[in-house]
């Protein structure tokens, strides 16, 4: 679906605003679930970095205990 340009100061239809309005709801949807698809990402690679940082930490402090 595209979005249909209207003329600036025309009066458009019902259907053309409708038309504008479905295809504003469907790209804010489609950049919501990009969102958050990069949010889930970002969230599992953070967990990575965070539980790789703890164990060297945790290493770390074992050697230094010793």
């Not at 990402?41 to 205990?65: A, M, Y």
Request: aromatic residues 6%.
């Amino acid at each position: 679906m595209a979005r249909i340009d209207i003329e600036y100061g025309s009066l458009a239809s019902s259907e053309t605003l409708n038309h504008n309005f479905r295809y504003l709801e469907e790209s804010i949807s489609a950049f919501a679930q990009v969102i958050e698809t990069n949010k889930a990402s970002l969230e599992s690679q953070l967990s990575t970095v965070n539980k790789n940082v703890t164990e060297k930490l945790d290493s770390g402090l074992d050697e230094l205990t010793e």
